[in-house]
């Protein structure tokens, strides 16, 4: 079993109040890169922190890395326009950074960023794959993508009031300056990318394509951004059974249903609840609260671990460990 | 324990009859992208095959990976101006193909990728870090930054015949285009290597002077662009005890004297022979000849796998196994 995480950046992160993957816009910069080195090292490196929300939410990476610290699971990191550079090694696939989705054409490299996602993952040959993202504003252009090929399109949040209104305006917006209506790119995925999404959809979007292609099992472990990832990949023609693999946090999302997604795009679904209500470490009382819900393959890993007979109870204490270790007493 | 394994790849490699890293040069351009997949996968991935020399002689990588297969080493890969992409995850440096070292200034960025080497040595924090080399054509871009800073300049070769006076006509053509005298670098190692390297050499010269800093235990894992290396890395300042580990191939050659070498930059020094005088198989014969003889941190896997017991027959084993199921009967 190989795990991917594509990581990328995009100017749509910047918009105000759609993200709390990080705090200030120039410190949400760097998730994606921390979060690529806390799964690969299971630390910081280039990386000035353990991304920490500004209320004091911890990066799901802590959890996967856990997870997997339990589990014979090898890693790898895809950069899909990183915007600092990340001590994690990486396959790029050659994506800038992503632009603000409220501009006509976003992601201008999408096409590339696709085939290049895609003969890696055929290329592979693994028998088992997860997939895992990290990109903040990832929800908006995973809405993005949906309302342009016509897909359900609610998405859910890593803010525990998902901000569902803001969202349909800038995607609204990027509709208009992409001259799109909504489902009119049905069965145009890379236009619908292009136009509406970031480079880590792209990215996954090709993997997936590759890695079917070549009877590779896909896990997509995430939530909304990876329900528009397989809608992405079924435009594209992908029929291979998928699995998505999310955590109980979306789950229990009311703004986002995430089995109406599943089904929608013909996704067995697989929920995990690493339970966060026991035990009343700072590291699970904002998850509890409803931030942060998935991220960085979160959902997937702690799927695996169930499915390995590892317990919750045992990621968990893998969770405060991390936490103690590496954030301390330093959060609001 | 880390291996890095640093990759990359120059104009100077074109440069007619100095290399057997690969066949003709456009070939030989994919040789260390490829060699990075086999040290990570155990197989190539994006590229086309197997780097094997026009005589049939298979890279040293494959020595590396089979005696990895029998240790728990963590591999990572650094790209320092590959010229095609490699599925191998990496860390990358910044830098582009080194141009010619007949030009001027052959690494214009050799700063940059020192300073991100260096902090990439430095942020890892291991024990121990051993670092090896894929860039064809290296030993000659060796040459030219030994020379540059008044180190003894005899390199070895990758050919059964080392072409010495080629490479000291490329060097003296270099030094001219530089406007440099031999030796006038002394203590300028950013100017050596800028004016006669490589991004490889820059790029290992950071990873030494970083890691050092930080208290890892530095084993360099090659021949003379490791000495190379070492030799950048004192000239800038490094004082700490570094450990040269290379293949009997490379102790037993006539054109270039390791020990003397290592003994100038204060290097102490292992020899390994993986016995590949015992055995028939094709897949040694051209060692035997003594082509190749060191590459792609082989003499330090080697060296590794000794020191944790585990036996040359068994490494063996292992190359025989991998040279049957990549490169087959496919050879000359």
New interface residues.
Partial sequence: MRAAFVVGTTETARIDGISAAGAAPDVMNHTPAADAELVTYGRP??APEVPVSPTGCPTPSLVTRAAFDRLDVET???DAGLSV????????V?AEVGGDVREAVPVPDAESAFE?GR??GA??GEDALLIGESIPGGTTTAMGVLTALGEPNDVSSSLPENPLERKREIVSTGLEASDVEPGALAGQPLAAVEGMGDPVLATVAGLIAGATSNGTAVTLAGGSQMVAAAALARHAGVDAPLRLATTSFVAADETFDVRAGADALDLSLAVTDPGFDRGDHVAFERYRQGEAKEGVGMGGALWLAERAGVSMADVRDGVREYYDRLVGDDGP
Avoid: D, E, K, Y
């Fill in positions: 490196v280039f790898m990191v895809v550079p990340t001590a994690a090694p990486a396959v790029t050659g290049r003969s890696l290329a592979l």
